[in-house]
């Protein structure tokens, strides 16, 4: 499941880079991505959230990351609270605006991640969430 995590991190992030390029370049084509977008956020998105919450905030804060986890913990609700918007919206402007912001709000999410809560961990943590998440 690990691996599984740190391989949606960099799809999320690759697809976060691109989305906030092409926001950044055309409005329509980034309204256009609204429907990939959301099937991503309620597909392996909101899986990765989800496993985070159940599996793995507990097992973090055990290790003294609290504060971390809490941050993390708002950036998935941030995130959520994007995509409900972007169901709802029907203008373009507003669409592009919302796809470069849940896109930077991704990123931001999972570069959090890899820069403050992973490095904390040393290989015993390691070896024991991979033991304790294998099931």
């Not at 799809?11 to 950044?24: E, I, K, P, S």
């Not at 003294?64 to 995509?83: D, F, N, Y």
């Not at 890899?114 to 904390?120: F, L, Q, S, V």
Request: proline share 1%; glycine share 2%.
């Amino acid at each position: 499941m690990l691996a599984n995590l740190f391989g949606e991190e960099d799809a999320a992030r690759h697809m976060a880079r691109q989305l906030m390029a092409t926001a950044n370049r055309s409005r329509e084509a980034a309204a256009k991505e609204k429907d990939s977008l959301l099937k991503f956020l309620h597909g392996a998105m909101e899986r990765h959230m989800e496993y985070e919450e159940r599996c793995l905030f507990t097992r973090l804060t055990d290790r003294g990351l609290a504060p971390e986890v809490k941050v993390a913990t708002k950036h998935h609700e941030a995130i959520r609270e994007k995509r409900t918007e972007l169901e709802a919206a029907t203008e373009v402007d507003v669409i592009a605006q919302i796809v470069f912001d849940v896109a930077r709000l991704m990123l931001h999410h999972t570069n959090f991640e890899g820069d403050y809560i992973y490095p904390e961990l040393d290989a015993e943590d390691w070896r024991e969430l991979m033991e304790e998440t294998i099931h």
